[in-house]
């Protein structure tokens, strides 16, 4: 396996790097979790299901538009941990001294009916452990 970064920084360029990807065989995409990749994230899911490529996603909410698979935080749970450090604040804790935290909840979600299109078959082993499965 040979990974291949894409450096992407305006939106021009998303097209130009997957079709240039697509190129090779057996590829794939695993999209990093930055706001450029959100923002264009319709543009980036569509292009995947064009070329036939699998790829990973940091949000379920990309999954549930259309991406194969994704794996992140719980941005719920996210949100919680934040809430309660604003709490904390608001009631007379210094920021400097709350502990920095990292996410403890990922979620796994998978498409199947992307994978059908893209002619991938998902082990039920790796559906098993996913936290939710779209039909």
């Known amino acids: 396996m040979e990974l291949r970064p894409v450096d992407i920084r305006r939106a021009e360029g998303i097209e130009r790097a997957v079709t ?3 190129q090779a065989p057996n590829g794939g995409l695993i999209i990093a979790n930055t706001q450029f990749a959100f923002f264009h994230r319709e543009l980036i899911i569509a292009l995947a299901a064009r070329y036939r ?9 990309l999954v549930v ?3 194969l698979i994704s794996y992140g935080t719980n941005s719920a749970d996210s949100y919680r941990q934040a809430a309660r450090y604003i709490d904390r604040i ?3 804790e210094k920021p400097a001294d709350l502990p920095v935290q990292a996410p403890t909840k990922y979620e796994l979600v998978i ?3 992307t994978a ?6 998902v082990p039920l082993t790796v559906r098993a452990r996913a ?3 779209i039909e």
């Not at 059908?116 to 078959?121: F, I, P, R, S, V």
């Open 131 to 133: 936290n939710e499965v």
């Open 116 to 121: 059908k299109a893209l002619g991938l078959e």
């Open 20 to 22: 240039a990807f697509a």
């Open 111 to 113: 498409n199947l009916r």
């Open 53 to 61: 490529l699998p790829a990973v996603y940091p949000y379920r909410s």
């Open 65 to 67: 538009g259309g991406g």
């Open 90 to 92: 608001l009631k007379g």
